[in-house]
């Protein structure tokens, strides 16, 4: 007795001592916040959750509550202002259910504790989401930064790994580099998947809780799944309505009564259910559909092959080939549900039907990993193969194009089970699973990565199979049956390289190359306003008729400040549409390359310079004789002879900005300007007489090259999108920066796309020349004929 009396004095004592500990760690930053730098937010949210977690466990109720009011003054002090200014509802939210767990901690109702922590919690994450979306779409990137590690993540799975998006997004918005839209846009698919994913986690674990009777556990996990719908409920508002919206709360409401007093959830779960089915807070982008399409569509391929390997005689011969089977069929049911929405609004019976194949196949295999063979490897091939059929009659067209994203990710997966067998010992199943991720790479990703990245392809088969600048490859360790650590060390190496690959097969130019680009097309466009502003202004030199440049300055200066906006509304509302990502930039580029070809082509320049200036002019004299209305003909005038050459520039430079970012082609195009505004200056300011002609023949061949490249890298992003064929020419190993600089890949399609706009634009030149030579020439016939 004496021996347990003493034993449980330590343990008071142990848990005395963590709970004085716990309190000064806490009090200890909020002693201290008004004299240091505010702390990070999500480390004071952190520090109010591990308060509530603590305070559960603290035996003694008054410091249990006095924990919770200190955390309570941290979010006052530290929290509460922003929370505040951007989501009003969830301070008072949050307010309440600090109120709420002191009372439940003081009656001792732990179920009801639970619950209002879990709802004070999520009030917190929906007020940290809101905040980031207010700054993000008001610009302000560092605030959005400040508060967006205030959030939760998914679950981490082989398919479903913890997401990036808004953290990226975030830094390309600081960076300048997309527009708060496309931010804004980039943190609702993060973080509002991310909350249901969440919501339906917690779904599925509270009738878990109830079987075992956890009832704090059960009131908490229902009060989660309610605060993470009311993060969604915006958006389930918009897609369902009002009155659908009302139904959906009063279920979760009626979740959390049922959770709280201890009863069967499974009724009011599955209402929830039902009213969530069909909804998706954060719709997969058309690029995100059709790299989860071509995951799906290539795990359903190798899940017969997998489990065809483990059968042997009607019965399970290789525990790991099933495991693999079930790993494939486990992604190709994740893509699946994701895709469910979209493809039942297409045709709801083929989906219902796909649906029972894909769960029909699934019980196979889960039974044959109870080694109970309920499905021979011919039974589940075919199948499989209807499943696929089937999915192939519902799915759009696009999402049946050949995806490299999708490529790559079965890769990964086929090499996590490779790594897998290698811990186990089954080098023989590693070698297998080896096969299968080069089997993906070799008739997917392959031919692009040999025509748009051939310094990769070495080093890739290398570490594939015998080794690449003396290390080892994983065919040779698995050969030799090498240590694990090795394996992964190899691995690694391969996935840095095939992280390589991926990023080149997107295109993209390099930098400095963009800014050239941005400004040879700003000098040209510029040089050829300057040389109609100094065509018109050129008999308004004397001192009789100087005051008439005013005007046209003016509307010069209108012109510049239009132009500047029109690029703004082309960016905005280019940003609207940024989740279409490289098939936006064709289209832009395609639409840039037939202006560049306009522009180039020497015939239409020579007869559109011609009749434009004689136009101008001819609006000139009107304007000069009319004795009314002189000031505002010659601003519009002015302002006219401008904004068209700043409207062309405004529309190349979205082409380039997709590519590059706002702040490259900006550079780039301060430096064009800043020559133009010299050339003005020397023209104007200083009356001298430059070679414009000769300067415009040769900004005119700097923009030839810009189209090569400009064909070149949209022939190159077209082929990646599926829009144009790839057709790879291997003797030809051109460099990697030749087409980062140049566009210029070794494709037959892209060289034959350069070739053609190089003919073009030199052949137009001659007929130009020839043309012009024969209307100097025939007044002279015409004489000697006569």
Same mark, same amino acid.
């Given at each position: 007795?004496?021996?347990?009396s ?7 004592v142990?848990?005395?001592s ?9 009090a200890?930053?909020i002693?201290?916040?008004h ?30 509550v ?21 989501a009003?509802s ?35 994450l ?42 990226? *997004? $975030?830094? %390309?918005? @600081?960076r ?6 496309? &931010?804004v +846009? =980039?943190?609702? !698919?993060? /973080? ?9 986690? *917690? $779904?599925? %674990?509270v @009738?878990?809780?109830?079987a075992?009777?956890?009832? &704090?556990? +059960? =009131?908490?996990? !229902?009060a /989660? ?9 915006? *958006? ?31 009724? *009011?779960v ?96 889960a ?43 079965v890769?990964?997966?086929?090499l ?42 070495t ?21 030799r ?78 012109a ?40 180039t ?7 559109y ?41 405004a529309?190349?430079?979205?082409a ?7 702040a490259?082609?900006?550079a ?7 020559c ?14 430059l ?6 023949i ?36 051109l ?52």
């Open positions: 007795m004496r021996l347990e003493v034993t449980r004095a330590l343990a008071r142990a848990r005395a963590a709970a004085c500990s716990f309190a000064v760690a806490l200890l930053p002693a201290n916040a004299a240091a730098e505010p702390r990070p937010p999500a480390d004071v949210a952190e520090d109010i959750r591990s308060a509530l977690v603590a305070a559960q466990i603290e035996p003694d109720r008054e410091a249990a006095a924990q919770i009011q200190e955390a309570r003054a941290a979010y006052m002090r530290e929290l509460a202002p922003a929370v505040t200014a951007h009003p969830s301070h008072a939210l949050i307010a309440r259910r600090f109120d709420d767990a002191i009372a439940a901690l003081r009656s001792g109702r732990m179920a009801d504790y639970a619950q209002a922590c879990a709802s004070a919690w999520t009030a917190l929906g007020a940290g989401y809101r905040i980031v979306v207010d700054a993000a779409s008001e610009g302000d990137a560092e605030l959005a930064r400040q508060w967006l590690p205030l959030r939760e993540f998914r679950r981490s799975t082989r398919f479903a790994r913890p997401g990036a998006e808004a953290t990226l *997004a $975030l830094e %390309d918005l @600081a300048g580099k997309i527009a708060p839209e496309a &931010a +846009q =980039a943190v609702n !698919a993060d /973080l509002l998947d991310t909350y249901q994913a969440r919501m339906i986690a *917690a $779904l599925n %674990d @009738a878990s809780a109830h075992r009777g956890f009832l &704090a556990r +059960q =009131a908490e996990l !229902a /989660l799944a309610a605060g993470y719908f009311d993060i969604l409920a915006p *958006a389930y508002r918009e897609q369902r309505g009002e009155a659908a919206l009302a139904d959906a709360q009063a279920a979760f409401e009626a979740l959390n009564r049922v959770a709280l007093e201890g009863r069967e959830v499974a009724p *009011a599955q209402r929830i259910q039902a009213a969530l089915r069909g909804f998706r807070a954060a719709p997969l982008s058309p690029a995100e559909q059709t790299r989860r399409a071509g995951q799906m569509m290539r795990y359903l391929k190798l899940v017969p092959i997998e489990y065809g390997r483990g059968i042997r005689n009607g019965e399970v011969a290789v525990d790991l080939e099933i495991r693999e089977a079930a790993t494939f069929h486990e992604g190709a049911l994740a893509a699946f549900n994701d895709l469910r929405d979209a493809l039942e609004a297409r045709d709801a019976t083929r989906t219902a039907q796909a649906g029972a194949l894909l769960e029909r196949i699934g019980q196979a295999v039974s044959a990993s109870m080694h109970r063979v309920t499905a021979s490897p011919d039974a589940l091939r075919a199948d499989s193969d209807r499943l696929i059929a089937l999915l192939g009659e519902v799915m759009p067209p696009e999402w049946l194009k050949q995806d490299a994203a999708a490529d790559f990710d890769v990964a997966t086929a996590d089970q490779m790594e897998q067998a290698a811990k186990q010992g089954e080098y023989a199943l590693a070698e297998s699973a080896r096969v299968e991720a080069y089997a993906v790479l070799e008739s997917g990703p392959e031919a692009r990565i040999a025509a748009f990245a051939p310094h990769l392809k080093p890739i088969e290398g570490l594939f199979w015998f080794g690449y600048e003396g290390g080892e490859g994983l065919a040779s360790l698995l050969q049956k090498a240590p694990p650590a090795e394996v992964r060390a190899a691995r690694r190496q391969l996935d840095a390289q095939l992280k390589q690959a991926q990023e080149a097969l997107r295109g993209s130019n390099s930098p400095a190359a963009i800014a050239l680009n941005s400004g040879i097309i700003v000098l040209r466009e510029g040089l050829e306003a300057v040389l109609i502003l100094a065509a018109l202004m050129a008999s308004f030199r004397t001192a009789a008729n100087r005051h008439l440049r005013r005007p046209m300055w003016l509307g010069t200066a209108l510049v400040v239009a132009s500047i906006a029109t690029w703004l509304i082309l960016r905005s509302a280019l940003s609207l549409f940024a989740s279409f990502g490289e098939k936006l930039e064709a289209i832009v580029s395609l639409i840039a390359i037939g202006v560049l070809l306009l522009i082509n020497w015939f239409f320049h020579d007869v310079w011609t009749g434009w200036m004689a136009n101008f002019h001819k609006q000139k004299q009107q304007i000069v004789k009319g004795s009314t209305g002189q000031f505002a003909g010659l601003l519009l005038l002015g302002f006219a002879s401008v904004y068209r050459e700043g409207f062309e520039t529309l190349f430079l979205q380039l900005t997709l590519e590059g970012g706002p490259v082609v900006l780039g195009g301060g430096v064009g300007l800043l133009v505004a010299l050339i003005g200056l020397a023209i104007f300011a200083l009356q001298m007489r070679p414009v002609m000769k300067m415009l040769a900004t005119g061949v700097m923009i030839g090259f810009v189209l090569l490249v400009m064909v070149g890298n949209t022939a190159h992003i077209m082929q990646v999108v599926g829009w144009l064929p790839l057709t790879p020419i291997r003797w030809l190993p460099p990697y920066w030749f087409g980062i600089w140049f566009g210029t890949y070794a494709t037959v399609e892209g060289l034959a796309l350069q070739v053609a706009a190089a003919v073009f634009v030199i052949g137009s030149f001659f007929l130009a020349k020839h043309l012009q030579m024969r209307r100097a020439f025939a007044p002279a016939r015409a004489t000697s004929a006569s």
